[in-house]
């Protein structure tokens, strides 16, 4: 397709990997014409990297260091190098629960982007759908945006809204948040990689489409 850009991304998550799971599912149906080139966590045993490695993806465990919400400048360097070195044009943070600042965004200006359980600017930071509950809103949602130095601040590229219903717990409103996440995500992606309007920015691929 003219104007498409076939992506590699790399992925940061740390957790169970859903949300990387259907963006690997997108690109395998041909929806999201991207390749993973790489998968790190901070966490050794996350489901992230074993669903990287189940798919034959390269998975690394970089260890974040002793900061509980941020990565340790030897781990950030570390985490940069990587990227670097396996020729990723776009990051995407899928459930990766340290901030990201300084030197790594300087590395991938504008390159990086996340998926937050929320209607943004509603609820940054954690457990946002919990958040969200105890506030007693009647709708929240997710969000795609890119970071930027705060703390889920970024320029917003896309949003789904979620009800919240008579009796959710946590657990059953985070699940219909996620399910929304898993759809949205790959789709903004896909949109972005397109080039279709309502989202600027777009990474320089080094790998068009053939
Ligand atoms: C997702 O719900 C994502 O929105 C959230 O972590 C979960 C990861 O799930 N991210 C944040 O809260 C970031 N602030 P997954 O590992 O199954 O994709």
Not at 33 to 44: F, M, R
Not at 113 to 137: C, M, R, T
Request: proline content about 6%.
């Amino acid at each position: 397709m003219q104007g498409e850009n076939r992506w590699r991304l790399g992925v940061l998550g740390s957790g169970k990997g859903s949300n990387f799971v259907a963006i690997a599912r997108a690109i395998e149906d041909g929806t999201l014409p991207a390749e993973v080139g790489l998968v790190i966590s901070d966490v050794e045993g996350a489901g992230i990297l074993q669903h990287a490695r189940e798919r034959g993806i390269p998975a690394r465990f970089i260890a974040p260091g002793s900061f509980r919400t941020k990565l340790d400048p030897q781990a950030e360097a570390a985490s940069i190098a990587a990227l670097k070195e396996a020729r990723i044009d776009l990051v995407v943070l899928a459930g990766f629960m340290r901030i990201l600042k300084g030197d790594f965004l300087k590395a991938f200006d504008g390159r990086v982007v996340n998926i937050h359980p929320s209607l943004l600017p509603s609820f940054p930071g954690l457990e946002a759908w919990k958040q969200a509950l105890d506030y007693g809103v009647k709708v929240t949602g997710c969000t795609v945006h890119l970071v930027d130095q705060g703390v889920d601040t970024g320029p917003i590229l896309a949003q789904r809204a979620v009800p919240v219903l008579e009796g959710d717990t946590t657990a059953s409103l985070h699940q219909r948040i996620q399910e929304a996440e898993r759809t949205l995500y790959p789709e903004t992606l896909a949109r972005w990689a397109r080039g279709e309007s309502g989202l600027r920015i777009p990474p320089q691929s080094t790998h068009p489409a053939s």
